[in-house]
Structures are given as structure tokens and as C-alpha cells.
């Protein structure tokens, strides 16, 4: 069975930081990119960062870039988004998921996704 | 970047009815279009990929059409489940967006 598991979110001051995790299973991890999503109590979905399938390429909304930085452990099979800098505006529930289609052909779809973790950003 | 407009926001309806939502993109995106379904609590749901082509599981209820830059999700026979938020999303020139998303609700 496909899985991913976020773990790391909690309560920060704005300016802290904070490093997400999600570990994966269930498929090979190598083949595909990933994609962390969030979403701010009460709103919609907003793209974070996405990255590509060998960690080469690395992608962020404006709003977090110069403050997250997405990175991949092959040899663990997990993701993670480090957050730095951390705001206010930040506060949300963060989902990764994974593409439907591996790295091969063209993606743009999530198929699976982890429970999420909140992230709390308050003095 | 490309936006996506969803309309309506608010869909009210009973079961057993249809539901017709809508997707609009401010630039062309093929048929590179997604939806998913979010209940409170959980995560989205792929729902529909490609504009037309259901996700593994969904049922045959949910169909979704269109290309370019207006699309369209249907649910034909609201069953209790289905009452959720929608999303359409894509990605151009390697940025994801979502529509704002359409609530389905008990009318």
C-alpha cells in the first residue's frame, strides 16, 4: 500500500523555524517527484514546492521562496520541506503528496497524499 | 501564472440530484486539468485527471469534461458522501495552482 506520513509540525514563533518530514512507502522512490501542499485554516489549497525526481530541480509558490527549502533523502524515502523565517501567514495544515506519474512523463496530478501536519506560527 | 476561477462557490443541492461544477483557466492548459474532492478533516482526493479520466476507484457518477480553458466536473446522483469541497488544479511553466473551490452542501 502506497503511504506517506507527514511528522514535524508544532507551534513556532514567527521568525523560527521548523523542518517537515514525510516518509513514504510502497512504491519506488526514486521514480517519482513530490509536491507539499498547503492549506491555511478555513481556505483553499495553495502549492508550496515541488521537486522534481533526483532532487536536481527544486520549485516554489513566491510566497515561500528564499524561506522553504524542499529536499529529498533517497536513501530514507522521505521528503522534507525546512521552513525558515516563518510568518504569521504561514500557519496551515501541510500536505506532501505524490505525483500520479513518475518522473518519466509529463505530471502535474497527485494521486496520494499524507494526513498533513499543522504548522502554528504565534508569539 | 495561470488562475483558475471555480464557480459557483456554493452549490446547494439534495441527493439524487446532479451537481455541475465549473472550472475556468485564464490561459489555455489542454486538457492538463485536475479535480479532487476534500472532506473536513482529511486530505484532497484525486478525483479526475486529464479533464475526463477517473482516478482509480471513483465511481462512474463523477465525470469531469472540457479542454482548453473551460472545464467541468459532474456528479450525476449526489449520494450522502459526496457533499465535500471541490478543487480543479494543473500546472503551467512549473507552478501548481488550485481553483478557490466549490462547496457541495445539503440544500
Known amino acids: 500500500e502506497v503511504q506517506l506520513l507527514e511528522s514535524g509540525g508544532g507551534l513556532v514563533q514567527p521568525g523560527g523555524s521548523l523542518r517537515l518530514s514525510c516518509a513514504t512507502s510502497?512504491?519506488?522512490?526514486?521514480?517519482?517527484?513530490f509536491i507539499w501542499v498547503r492549506q491555511a485554516p478555513g481556505k483553499g489549497l495553495e502549492w508550496v514546492s515541488t521537486?522534481?525526481?533526483?532532487?536536481?530541480?527544486?520549485y516554489y509558490a513566491d510566497s515561500v521562496k528564499g524561506r522553504f527549502t524542499i529536499s529529498r533523502d533517497d536513501s530514507r524515502n522521505t521528503l522534507y520541506l525546512q521552513m525558515d523565517s516563518l510568518r504569521v501567514e504561514d500557519r496551515a495544515t501541510y500536505y506532501c503528496a505524490k505525483f500520479r506519474n513518475d518522473a518519466r512523463y509529463y505530471y502535474y496530478e497527485m494521486d496520494v497524499w499524507g494526513q498533513g501536519t499543522t504548522v502554528t506560527v504565534s508569539s | 501564472d495561470i488562475v483558475l476561477t471555480q464557480s459557483p462557490a456554493t452549490l446547494s443541492l439534495s441527493p439524487g440530484e446532479r451537481a455541475t461544477l465549473s472550472c475556468r483557466a485564464s490561459q489555455s492548459v489542454s486538457s492538463s486539468l485536475a479535480w479532487y474532492q476534500q472532506k473536513p478533516g482529511q486530505a484532497p482526493r484525486l478525483l479526475i485527471y486529464?479533464?475526463?479520466i477517473r482516478a482509480t476507484g471513483i465511481p462512474a457518477r463523477f465525470s469531469g469534461s472540457g479542454s482548453g480553458t473551460a472545464f467541468s466536473l459532474t456528479i450525476s446522483g449526489l449520494e450522502p458522501g459526496d457533499f465535500a469541497l471541490y478543487y480543479c488544479?494543473?500546472?503551467?511553466?512549473?507552478?501548481?495552482?488550485f481553483g478557490q473551490g466549490t462547496k457541495v452542501e445539503f440544500k
Open positions: 521537486i522534481s525526481s533526483n532532487g536536481a530541480n527544486t
Open positions: 510502497g512504491f519506488t522512490f526514486t521514480s517519482f517527484a
Open positions: 486529464d479533464a475526463s
Open positions: 488544479q494543473q500546472r503551467s511553466n512549473w507552478q501548481w495552482t
